[in-house]
């Protein structure tokens, strides 16, 4: 085995092994099923897979390209199926250089002008029976930019966010997949003011972007996450018509980016996540949030994560402050009171919530600076920027970074 980058920093949690996944370190959302890690990537235009069976030895197994132009950011598995996100890679076109641009305004307004559609849009799903020989085997087609992430844990129903023809934004899709080799949208959901196509006008400040970044879904309610948008509970019972529960959004007076709404259905609690998504803090401070949720229409924020503070790390550059949860999917790690987080410069986070008045922070591990940039836009720091996270049963973590590789940690805990 080769040697093993030393972390920045760690606290109950220790590096066990590493990949750059084959040559190509940049990484977004990871599934880890059946011993196999399925990574989407950034940069590289397609998604990896890496075989984790030793989890202290890693192996690239495997790489399936995306159609020209064409992100696989994100991914999900489960049994015999790997469902791939088809949208426009947003980070190769030059508009979106500056990330500000990305975050803070309609991605429909910035692209409005774009005619040739040299991308695929839509939901690729795959055959992954032989995990590290996926076969293609059915594609829901999209009009518009495409999907951006999904949820789905086996059975008839998968949940996107999508940006398609009309919409200002990523909005919720329902997709029917009881034949997955034809999947369907069924139903639909979105902020009023986004549907432009019928003469909807946007409702909020000038400088946020209501859009949905994922929905996780929870018996029959879906828990969305609208980055400036807030948070939504969506009662799906009826998956082609989707129900508002309640909304609440707390942008302004605090700076948005709701990312994962991650519920806790034995505890009537909801752990809600705000992304950093500007270098140095410019977006402000961004927390993770405990709800109690014992009346879904009346979420009522009870306590907020602990921030790190070994060092300063708004100083240190980049993004600093939380990005994504490990969300209990069938099959991993699950638990009700241990939280895994990932904090972007600060690396990971694992939290104790037993006392859901006084979350406290368990462990830690910041996995060293990139070895070579793999993100294309200029200027951006060579910092680590720990993006996503999965615990499996065994309780391995998995982290993602957009340039750094794969890395597998050990919880001692």
């Known amino acids: 085995m080769t040697q093993l980058p030393p972390p920045e920093y760690s606290r109950n949690m220790r590096l066990i092994g590493h990949s750059d996944q084959g040559g190509r370190p940049d990484g977004v959302q990871l599934m880890v099923h059946r011993g196999f890690a399925y990574v989407g990537h950034m ?16 192996k690239a197994a495997g790489y399936v390209p995306a159609p020209p132009g064409t992100w696989n950011v994100h991914l999900q598995a489960h049994d015999d199926l790997l469902l791939v996100i088809n949208a426009r890679d947003l980070f190769a076109d030059a508009r979106f250089a500056d990330e500000k641009v990305y975050y803070t305004r309609q991605v429909g307004e910035t692209v409005s002008d774009v005619k040739d559609k040299g991308w695929s849009a839509g939901l690729r799903v795959f055959d992954i029976s032989t995990p590290d020989k996926p076969r293609e085997i059915g594609f829901l087609s999209l009009n518009g930019i495409g999907i951006h992430r999904i949820w789905y844990v086996g059975g008839r129903w998968a949940y996107v966010s999508a940006l398609i023809d009309g919409f200002t934004d990523y909005i919720f899709l329902t997709i029917d997949l009881a034949n997955p080799c034809k999947p369907d949208v069924a139903g639909r959901w979105w902020l009023p003011g986004m549907n432009q196509a019928d003469g909807e006008q946007p409702n909020w400040p000038e400088g946020k972007r209501y859009a949905l970044h994922h929905a996780i879904i929870a018996g029959d309610t879906a828990y969305g996450s609208w980055r400036d948008g807030g948070l939504t509970l969506l009662d799906v019972k009826d998956r082609t018509q989707p129900k508002l529960i309640s909304h609440r959004n707390w942008s302004p007076p605090f700076g948005g980016g709701t990312h994962t709404a991650l519920p806790l259905p034995d505890r009537d609690l909801l752990v809600v996540l705000d992304e950093a998504v500007l270098d140095n803090q410019e977006d402000g401070e961004k927390l993770i949030w405990l709800f109690d949720i014992r009346e879904p229409s009346n979420p009522v924020s009870i306590s907020t994560f602990p921030q790190p503070d070994e060092i300063d790390y708004v100083a240190k550059g980049a993004h600093f402050g939380p990005h994504n949860l490990h969300e209990n999917r069938p099959g991993s790690f699950v638990s009700s009171t241990l939280i895994f987080a990932t904090y972007q410069n600060a690396g990971v986070r694992a939290y104790d919530i ?26 951006r720091p060579q910092v680590i920027q720990s993006c996503d996270i999965f615990v499996d049963a065994q309780g391995i973590i998995y982290s993602t970074d957009y340039n750094g590789g794969l890395s597998v940690i050990e919880y001692l805990g």
């Not at 940069?43 to 890693?58: H, L, T, Y």
């Not at 037993?354 to 200027?379: C, F, H, I, Q, W």
């Open 354 to 379: 037993s006392n859901p008045y006084r979350p406290v922070e368990t462990g830690a591990l910041v996995p060293a600076a990139p070895a070579k940039m793999m993100d294309t836009r200029p200027n």
């Open 43 to 58: 940069v590289s235009q397609g998604f990896s897979i890496v075989d984790v069976r030793d989890p202290k030895n890693p």
